[in-house]
């Protein structure tokens, strides 16, 4: 039901193409109904005065002209905005009827009453007012119908609303061709229109009968709209319920004055009431849209309002500046036009703000307050103030929607993620709503909140599109950070994948090329020894070969130690105590045998041998320390020299590469290298990776 | 000697093999993994076992482990484990133990070294390779060391590798006697008793060594 009505408030901060046709387009038609009600109520009313006493009391006047211009105000209001709904027509076709029956009634009184034989067609009005009455019924009877969405509550309805117009037609017929006479005071006034004979007389129980079926079938299509209706829609037909009671309530109230023939004062106050429920029922119906934001009407009204008082005011400035100008100068001249409409134009654009600004406070404050924030919100953004993530609590707080959730889309990922970066996807159950944002035509994320109701539709979408800088900005920063996580995450891997394929390498050289060397000695010894005698002079050079095969496997000994210490297989502790024994300077070594991830250990191996290189290379210290330990969490690293001091991590030098050998696993590197006082390195690199 | 080795490499471990029997020693069994190693062990009672530290199946310290289970069953058998890396830590805990060598597997190749080393294993003696007492003393010990002499420096090396003092006299082409006095001398300066006792000799040394070297 919920997503049925949405497509109510899908006014849409983009308007559709078609309806942006249609707005461009001059809305004459509205216009024009609302000018011929307006005429003919202020026809009716003038005829009406001219009747003098055989005219109605002012007050059933005054009753008339209200429930005429209600009607025409909020139809021709919906009628401008929403072109394709019957609400609008079927409104404006209401006050069209009032308004002829209000003129035809008047005309009556002047033409037949007051001044005999004046006007023409005196029985032509005596016979719309008396005759014409169950077509507002009908027209009402349609409005009760298709409110508020403008169909029919389901097609079902199709055919009993044919029948209720079929009978409404037939009751219609058998009104205006009645022979009998007109009523009370037109008694004596013609019928103009031939009278059906008397056999047709059997239509009238079954026309009655198909007609107050109709009202009927309005009521039941209200009661089970509203039985599945909630929320907003629920309301509005609450109020659509309250006036449309008045119906039937009217309708036998006239029959009965029909059927007991009450006096002409009687009839007079139920007419009263008549007109009362027939511009009741277009007045509850505008308080339901004005108040609910049904159709969108409110941007019609705000629009109206402010361009009405500046038209005002802006013809008040030039009408002051005129006469100002006018009476100083004692004379008009061009000049004085030509300043006060130059003063009224410099006026406008400031005039117009304020006014806007008025209305908005007036008339739609939550809108009014939440883009005033956003505005706020944005220059903070600019001045630096603040960051743009911190859209999503404001977007939360100005729509007053703690569960509100901002989603940034990612085009490359194809993935929502939330301010963290990290994916999110709705939870089965999750019933909020999904609006999407929009910048440029191009989807920046959605906005992910509760349903929204009163006035906040429309509110949200402006809010939301107000605050579209700042989630974009949001959103870059987003993709950013995962971009940098993701980089992140694979240099981790590179370097970790790096350590593995130095072990195998490692392996490689001890298990297979050292092995293999040293048994190809070992079988030039067995056939040194076949020889028999060492005086040989194969046996000089078998000597003199495994000789270079000795010297080969130290080669090989050191390079693979260059790859990866095996002692690193027993611990980062005993791989330093090594790493300190090969040192050409003493090194003092502070670890405990407590393990670590196994890439870690290497990690922290090879920054401890980096910085030793350092240490004796370019610090000209005279001992070394290094000290591995863990705290809170974190294998710390350190190594510190008694050396120059003054390094500095340049392009290209070994501090360089340690830094990012640190980093590359999520550490910090601190290093501390004042001149003459020694250097000492820490690396801080996280556990848990 | 009888000499039972165990080696994953068959190349390898066939080349041991006619090293120790083309030198006249026995060779009653050669195993490709440290699994059977102990019983084997049991059942042949040889002078000597010759283990790779690396082996099947995680090539960490299988052979390491093997060597300490049959120095723990046997005290009296000599264990000489092959290393293709030099770890003074380790090498000097296993030394210490007596009856044990920690040999380069380059080592091999200097047959007439090799087998004395092994020969002084079997006998209850023991072998550290020559690369790793030369890392003990090296680095930060060398500076520790700078009161020897360089002829005495050479002699604790030698005292280190387990060599006895005539072997040391052999190998430096010096008298007994001026050894002997060397080795008093070497001992009186680093502060170790020393007694006649070639194994708590090395003990000694290889304490002090060690001791210096991880000082640091």
Known sequence: ??????????????????????????????????????GLMLAGAVLNALAGAHGEPWWQSALWVVATLASAGVGGLIALRRRGHPIGWLLLVNALLLASAGAAEGYAQYAVLEQPGALPGAQWAVLWDQSGWPLMFGVLTAIVFVFPDGRLPSPRYRRVARIAAFALAVFLVLSFLDPEPLEAPFEHVDRPLPSLPAAFAFLWPLALLGFLSGLVAAAASARSRFRRAAGIERLQLKWLALTAALVPVTLLIC??????????????????????MLGAIPA???????????????????????????????????????????????????????????????????????????????????????????????????????????????????????????????????????GHGHRVSDRPGDE?????????????????????????????????????????????????????????????????????????????????????????????????????????????????????????????????????????????????????????????????????????????????????????????ASCVRLCAERV?????????????????????????????????????????????????????LPCAS | MRVVIAEDQALLREGLRSLFEDAGHEVPAALESAERLLATVRGHRPDLVVVDIRMPPTFTDEGARA??????????????????????????????????GYLLK??????????????????????????????????GARHRLGQLSEREREVLELMAEGLTNSAIATRLFLSERTVEAHVRNVMTKLDVAHGEDAHRRVLAVLAHLRAMHTQY
């Open chain 1, 1 to 38: 039901m919920r997503a049925q009505y949405q497509h109510l408030f899908a006014l849409p901060w983009h308007p559709a193409p078609c309806e942006h046709r249609s707005m461009r387009r001059a809305p004459l038609l509205p216009w024009m109904l609302v000018a011929v009600a307006a």
């Open chain 1, 432 to 620: 909020r709503v999904h609006t999407p944002v929009l910048r440029a035509g191009a989807p920046l994320g959605m906005v992910v909140h509760h349903a929204v109701d009163e006035e906040r539709p429309r509110v949200l979408r402006e809010v939301v599109e107000a605050a579209g800088l700042a989630i974009e900005i949001a959103r870059l920063r987003v993709e950013l950070r995962r971009q940098l996580e993701e980089v992140r995450a694979s240099r981790a891997r590179i370097v970790s994948a790096g350590y593995e394929e130095r072990r195998r390498i490692e392996r490689d050289l001890h298990d297979g090329a050292q092995q293999r060397m040293v048994s190809i000695g070992l079988a030039l010894r067995h056939a040194q020894h076949e020889l028999g005698s060492s005086k040989h002079p194969a046996s000089r050079i078998i000597d003199a070969t495994v000789d270079e095969i000795d010297v080969a496997l130290e080669e090989l000994r050191e390079l693979a130690r260059g790859v990866r210490p095996s002692q690193l297989d027993h611990g980062l502790a005993a791989a330093l105590r090594e790493l300190a024994a090969r040192a050409s300077l003493p090194v003092e070594v502070k670890a405990d045998g407590v393990r670590f991830p196994l890439d870690l250990e290497a990690a922290a191996y090879f920054i401890a041998t980096e910085g030793l290189t350092n240490a004796v290379k370019h610090a000209q």
């Open chain 2, 67 to 100: 060597a300490r289970q049959i120095k723990d069953a046997h005290p009296e058998m000599g264990v000489l484990v092959l290393s293709q890396h030099i770890e003074t830590q380790y090498a000097v805990d296993l030394v210490s133990l007596g009856g044990f």
């Open chain 1, 284 to 418: 509850s119906i505008g308080v339901a849209v004005l108040r609910y934001r049904l159709y969108d009407i409110d941007r019609v009204i705000n629009r109206t309002l402010v361009y009405g008082a500046l038209t005002l005011l802006l013809a008040a400035t030039y009408a002051a500046t005129t006469l100002v100008l006018a009476t100083a100068l004692g004379e008009r001249s061009a000049w004085v036009t030509a300043s006060a409409t130059l003063l009224a134009a410099a006026a406008f654009r400031p005039l117009r703000g304020r006014l806007q600004d008025a209305v908005d406070r007036r008339f739609s404050r939550a809108r009014h307050d939440g883009l005033r924030r956003i505005r706020e919100f944005l220059e903070e953004l600019r001045a630096g103030l603040i960051a743009p993530e911190a859209a999503e609590p404001l977007l939360r707080d100005v729509l007053s929607d703690p569960a509100l959730e901002l989603r940034f889309w990612l085009p490359e990922s194809e993935i929502y993620v939330d």
């Open chain 2, 106 to 139: 380059g080592r091999v190749l200097r047959v007439a070294d090799f087998l004395e080393a092994a020969q002084r294993v079997a006998n209850g003696g023991s072998a550290l390779d020559p690369r790793v007492v030369a890392t003990l003393v090296s680095g």
């Open chain 1, 255 to 276: 029959f009965a004055s029909a059927l007991l023939a009450a006096g002409v004062e009687e009839r007079s106050a139920f007419s009263a009431l008549f007109v009362f």
């Open chain 1, 632 to 684: 809170d969490g974190k294998l710390m690293v350190s190594v510190s020299d008694d050396g120059i001091g003054g390094a500095t991590a340049v392009d290209g030098s070994g501090l360089r590469g340690l830094s990012d050998r640190v980093q590359a696993h999520g550490g910090t590197l601190q290093v501390d290298s004042v001149r003459g006082h020694g250097t000492t390195l820490v690396a801080e």
